[in-house]
Every structure is written in C-alpha cells, then in structure tokens.
C-alpha cells in the first residue's frame, strides 16, 4: 500500500494542509510542535477512525484531536493497495461518516460493514489488517527524548513481546499470567471462599434448600384448588337442588290453596241449598193455610215434593261429603308433603351452609400459602439467576482455559517456527545495520540474547539504548513484512534520537535499498536524516511542515 496524499481541512492544530507522499523514503521535517506527530496520528484516524473513549490514556484521541480553532473536523486521504486500485476516503470525524470513493469516483463505503465502534471497517476489509496491528508494526509513534533504565527495561520487553507474540504490546508470559488471574479472581474455586464461584455455589445450595422446604406449598396449592373446583360444583349442583325443591314447595303451596277454596265452596253450597228448601217448602203451607185454603192441597203436594227434593239432597250432600272428605285427605297430603319439603330445603341449606363455610376455609387457606408461593417464585427465580450465574462462570473458565491452551499451542508453534525465523531476520537485519558488530539474536528462557563479534552472548539489557531501539525498529519492520500480507507503509515519529550518525547512516541505506518497495515516512525534526541521506546518495522526498 502506497498513501499518495493527504489533506487536513481540521486536525488538532493543523488546518488546511495538503501534502503528496511519493514511493520510498519521506523525509517530513518540521519544528517541534509544527503538527508532525499530530499529522501522523491522522493517518490511522482518517483509516479507522478516532477512538471516544479514554483506553488507558488521559484523554481520548478524539478529544485531543478536536481542531482548535475551526469547526471542520475532517479530511481526505488517498491511498493505492497493492492491486494497484486507489481509493480516496473523506471522513468527517463528529459525525463518524465517511464517503470512500473508488477510481470512478463512485462511493462505495456502504459496501462495508460498521464495527462495534461505530466506524466503517473498510480498512480492514481490504486489507484484514487491525488498527492494533499497524500501530504495533507498521507505525511508530514518538518516544521520549530521555529514557531511564525502567523505561529500557520496558522498551527490552516490547522487542520480547515482538518475538514472542507479534506485537509490542502483548506478553505471552504476561498474558497467559493475566488469564490465571482472572479465572482465581473473577471465577476462584469450590474452595475458595470470597471468590464469586464459591459464593454462587453457596448461595444456590442455601436457596435450593429453602426452594425444597417450600415445594409443599404448590401441593397444597394444587390440593386447594381441586377442593375449591369440587366445592363450587358441589355448591352449584346443591343451590339448583334447593331451587327445585323451592319450585315443587311453590307449586304445593299453590295446590293447596286450590283444594282448601274448592273446599270453602262446596260447604257453602250444602248450605245454601238446605235454606233454600226449608224456606219454600215450610213457610209456603202456611202462608196458603193463612190466604187460602183450597192452597193446602198445593201445600201437601209441595211437602211431598220437599220430602222427595230433601231425600234427593241427602244424597247429594252425602255425596259432597265424600268429595269433602276426599279433598281434606288431599289437603292433609298435600299438607305433609309441603312440610316434607320445607324440611329438604332446611336440609339442603344447611348442606350448602357447610359447603360454602367449607370453601371459605379453603379461601382463608390459600390466602395464608399465597405469602410462601410468592417466596417459592422469589427464589425460583433467584435460583435460576444464580444457576445462569454458575453456568457463565463455567463458561468463563472453560474460555479462559481454552485461550491458556491456545496461547501455549500458538507460542510452541511460533517457537518451532516462526521465532526462529524471526531472529533469523532480525540477526540479518542487525548485522547490515551495525556493520556486522552483532551476528546472531536468540530468544531464550534466559531473555532475548545478542551474540558478539567474538562469539560471547549477552542479554540485551547490556546493550545501550540506541542499539535497544535499533533493534526494536528492526523487530517491528520484519513483523511488518512477516504479519501482514499488504505492502504496509512505514511510519516513524523520531525514531532515530539514540542513533549516532554512523549508526543512522547504516539504518537509512538499509531501509533505501532492502525496503525500496516499500513506503517509509519518517516525521523528525532534525535535518540529520536529510543530510545523511543526500551524503549516501539515497533518493528520497523532503517535506516540510
């Protein structure tokens, strides 16, 4: 990958800048606090965009990076991969968007997916190369001018961490130690009291416990509600049997009340019709005795007619008498039958009494369970919360395991393979820059180990610095090549402080003729660079800023 130019509408302290890059070595010099390192920083940030949260540092690259003066927080960038297709990204910071035109001018960032950090992963993409990556290999960003011994033992222990793993930043002892950590930390054991598997372990046993105590509870519950359905059916079919007994009292009411008036009227027919007799067939003689004789004779035959009607009476009467007697019987009937039934439906209700007393109990009862029900589902739930909890924190160990494992295979596959070969090319690379004063790097249990012109091994930390550096430089151009499949450019603030002109001398002809397909910017503010590469003859682009 080439970057062919740039502009910067607003960056930090640089607004309005345009500056082309051409192949090989570019020299950009400039003054300190002239925007170089923030120049550099834009590369990565218009590629992956800038990073809102703080990450381990003071303040977050995108505040620190907020222009100072102007709103416009945005820039293009125009890069060339190894394909030979060019692309020129344009992205505006704030609002994380980017437009990413190809060689026909057509935007295609929508082509590409949006990372967990809101930003367009069109970078990495094309290339599968991380911002991680690049910052561990291809680009260097400005180190201090002065450094202590902690500060070289830190630097001995990136070059370590580049053998080892890859990348500066990352220790396989000391990430495999972290993962320990973390499973005695944040998992622990069954033994380990405080630490979160044994207190969930705890804590679901103690609640298991009570959860078994209270399983009666549902029992009873389910008791209570076949009873309850039982007693309202029970009640149901009882208030339907009281209804109809009530309805058969109702219609006995009725009937009896229609035999005891039918009653009434016939008694009062007898005597009627007796009054009726008497009067005509008695009084009527003497009145015709009184008036009339010759009406005696009438009187006689009325008599005799009295007599034979009286006889006839009779027998109507006994009769009626009969139909009386019979209807009385009825009534008595219907009498006892109506009481029979006022003591069923006395019964009856007293039945239903005891069934609705029966299923208020049962009401009483469930209100008293529903209290220990609402603790079963509390901690049903809880249960469930630490079961889940539990299973998270197998998972995490399993995880943590397996990544153990997996760093151990990875480190023994980069110790057999790809370490070896490493500082194979790191002793070459070495060997050109230095003049053959250091002919072989081996990395040991003992540290990393530099062999001598007259054969003796040291450990690194014996070196001085601007030898440390040189190594480290090296270490992090091979990764480059080794790591990453495109033709990455590399970028150096300041990297050659601790180099005396000889040492820089070396460094600059290697980097013009082993890496003269690749790219390289180098942002310092000394003019060394430049004059020693116009001494040697090397080509190279100056820019100033």
Request: charged share 35%; aromatic share 8%; glycine share 6%.
């Amino acid at each position: 990958m080439k970057i062919r130019k740039i502009k910067v509408n607003g960056f930090g302290n640089l607004e309005n800048k345009e500056i082309e890059f051409k192949d090989g070595i570019n020299i950009i010099q400039g003054r300190n606090e002239s925007g170089k390192s923030t120049l550099l920083k834009f590369i990565p940030g218009m590629l992956y965009g800038l990073n809102r949260n703080k990450s381990g540092k003071d303040i977050p690259d995108y505040e620190s990076y907020t222009p100072w003066n102007i709103e416009d927080f945005s820039g293009t960038l125009e890069y060339e991969l190894d394909d030979s297709e060019t692309y020129e990204i344009f992205r505006k910071f704030k609002r994380r968007a980017i437009k990413l035109f190809n060689k026909n001018g057509e935007d295609i960032a929508d082509n590409f997916s949006i990372g967990k950090n809101k930003e367009n992963n069109f970078f990495y993409e094309q290339t599968k190369i991380t911002e991680e990556t690049l910052m561990s290999t291809g680009i260097s960003e400005q180190e201090k001018i002065k450094i202590d011994y902690s500060e070289q033992n830190a630097l001995i222990q990136k070059i370590t961490n580049m053998v080892q793993t890859g990348s500066d930043s990352i220790s396989y002892n000391k990430s495999k130690d972290a993962l320990l950590k973390k499973i005695s930390t944040e998992i622990g054991t069954d033994r380990t009291t405080g630490k979160p598997l044994n207190i969930t372990k705890t804590n679901l046993n103690e609640v298991t416990q009570e959860i078994e105590m209270l399983e009666e509870y549902k029992d009873k519950q389910l008791d209570i509600y076949e009873q309850k359905k039982k007693l309202e059916k029970q009640i149901e079919e009882k208030t339907l049997e009281i209804n109809l007994i009530k309805k058969q009292k109702e219609n006995k009411e009725r009937e009896k009340v229609d035999r005891t008036i039918e009653t009434g009227y016939v008694k009062r027919r007898e005597r009627s019709f007796s009054h009726y007799i008497y009067i005509v067939f008695l009084i009527l003689p003497i009145i015709a005795g009184i008036f009339y004789l010759p009406l005696v004779g009438i009187s006689i035959l009325s008599g005799a007619i009295y007599l034979f009607q009286y006889k006839k009476y009779k027998e109507q009467l006994k009769e009626r008498e009969a139909k009386r007697n019979r209807a009385n019987e009825d009534i008595a009937k219907i009498t006892e039958e109506y009481e029979d039934l006022l003591y069923r439906i006395e019964k009856e209700e007293n039945i239903k009494s005891g069934l609705l007393l029966r299923s208020h109990t049962l009401k009483l009862d469930e209100e008293n369970i529903l209290p220990k029900l609402e603790d079963l589902v509390n901690l049903e739930e809880q249960r469930l919360q630490l079961e889940n909890k539990l299973e998270e924190l197998q998972e995490l160990e399993k995880s943590i395991n397996l990544a153990i494992e997996g760093i151990d295979r990875a480190y023994e596959k980069m110790r057999e393979g790809i370490i070896p070969r490493f500082t194979i090319k790191l002793a070459e690379t070495i060997g050109k820059t230095t003049n053959g004063e250091y002919k072989n790097i081996v990395l040991g249990d003992a540290g990393l180990m530099v062999e001598l012109k007259n054969g003796d091994k040291v450990n690194v930390t014996q070196l001085s610095t601007g030898t440390i550096y040189q190594i480290y430089l090296a270490l992090r151009i091979i990764s480059l090549k080794e790591i990453v499949g495109e033709n990455m450019p590399i970028i150096l603030d300041e990297p050659f402080v601790y180099y005396d002109n000889e040492r820089l001398a070396n460094v600059l002809k290697y980097m013009s003729k082993e890496l003269e397909k690749s790219q390289i910017l180098i942002f310092t503010c000394s003019t060394r660079e430049e004059e020693v590469l116009k001494e040697s003859n090397c080509n190279f682009n100056q820019i100033h800023v």
